[in-house]
């Protein structure tokens, strides 16, 4: 059975605001469950004077946000600060602080890219899509020579299922292939395969909704006897069936 928190802190008058995921924290309660759950991508720029701030003004957490300040200042981890706050908190039991300890350090083991590509995972994950591909976007706009290769690849490859899930095939498709070419993984190309089958798919229905309709208009406008109507439609629908054909050859 999960655990009900219930916020017996001060809550903040001006909450702490997470420009990322724009979202408001109110709460030491909040912030803690923030840490424990994001473990994983959070970066040791988070741990900050503005927080230590936060924490002191806003909360009264005076003692915690001095002691925080020092460690900084010495040049502690991020994976210290965070345990100090979830420390602090007494909600978590000691094994669930190993895990958050384990985990954060694993986190600091990563290369910047790798870290970066977790944070567009974690929203993928959340099915904030866009979120997910301006992330990944802002990766690949600031790739080094040195980069590993097989990571830009998943990068490539998950944009384009961030794509997929939005239906916006085409788009997809051109992550996919991209994926295939950088990290040469065979998973990339079969859904660059089947990215392209959905693609055509769409194209088809579209032109297929798109003939249904000019003879829906056709029929209504030789049913009221608009005789300039009837020929102007049927003249569009030429014209448009003459522009698919040149794009096709």
């Given at each position: 059975m999960s655990r009900v928190w219930l916020c017996e802190e001060t809550t903040a008058e001006y909450p702490f605001f997470l420009e990322e995921?724009?979202?408001?924290?109110?709460?030491?309660?909040?912030?803690?469950?923030?840490?424990?759950?994001?473990?994983?991508?959070l970066e040791e720029s988070f741990f900050n004077e503005k927080l230590c701030q936060w924490l002191e003004e806003e909360l009264g957490q005076q003692k915690l946000a001095q002691h925080l300040r020092q460690g900084i200042e010495q040049e502690k981890?991020?994976?210290?600060?965070?345990?100090?706050?979830?420390?602090?908190?007494?909600?978590?039991r000691s094994e669930e602080l190993q895990n958050a300890r384990n985990t954060a350090a694993r986190m600091e083991e990563k290369t910047p890219l790798e870290r970066a590509k977790l944070r567009g995972d974690r929203f993928l994950?959340?099915?904030?899509?866009?979120?997910?591909?301006?992330e990944?976007?802002?990766?690949l706009n600031h790739t080094e020579e040195q980069d590993s290769l097989e990571i830009l690849g998943r990068i490539w490859h998950n944009m384009g299922t961030s794509y997929a899930r939005q239906m916006l095939?085409?788009?997809?498709?051109?992550?996919?292939?991209?994926?295939?070419e950088t990290g040469q993984n065979q998973e990339s190309r079969e859904a660059y395969l089947l990215a392209l089958l959905y693609r055509?798919?769409?194209?088809?229905?579209?032109?297929?909704?798109?003939?249904?309709?000019?003879?829906?208009?056709?029929?209504?406008?030789?049913?009221?006897?608009?005789?300039?109507?009837?020929?102007?439609?049927?003249?569009?629908?030429?014209?448009?069936?003459?522009?698919e054909y040149r794009k096709s050859v």
């Amino acid at each position: 059975m999960s655990r009900v928190w219930l916020c017996e802190e001060t809550t903040a008058e001006y909450p702490f605001f997470l420009e990322e995921e724009r979202v408001n924290l109110y709460s030491f309660e909040e912030l803690c469950y923030y840490l424990y759950q994001n473990t994983g991508v959070l970066e040791e720029s988070f741990f900050n004077e503005k927080l230590c701030q936060w924490l002191e003004e806003e909360l009264g957490q005076q003692k915690l946000a001095q002691h925080l300040r020092q460690g900084i200042e010495q040049e502690k981890s991020g994976c210290w600060c965070m345990e100090q706050i979830l420390k602090a908190s007494g909600l978590y039991r000691s094994e669930e602080l190993q895990n958050a300890r384990n985990t954060a350090a694993r986190m600091e083991e990563k290369t910047p890219l790798e870290r970066a590509k977790l944070r567009g995972d974690r929203f993928l994950k959340a099915e904030k899509y866009r979120d997910a591909i301006a992330e990944y976007r802002k990766i690949l706009n600031h790739t080094e020579e040195q980069d590993s290769l097989e990571i830009l690849g998943r990068i490539w490859h998950n944009m384009g299922t961030s794509y997929a899930r939005q239906m916006l095939f085409a788009q997809a498709a051109d992550c996919y292939g991209k994926a295939y070419e950088t990290g040469q993984n065979q998973e990339s190309r079969e859904a660059y395969l089947l990215a392209l089958l959905y693609r055509e798919n769409q194209r088809v229905k579209a032109e297929t909704d798109r003939f249904a309709q000019f003879k829906q208009e056709l029929e209504e406008k030789k049913q009221s006897g608009d005789r300039t109507g009837y020929e102007r439609t049927l003249e569009n629908m030429l014209q448009n069936l003459r522009t698919e054909y040149r794009k096709s050859v």
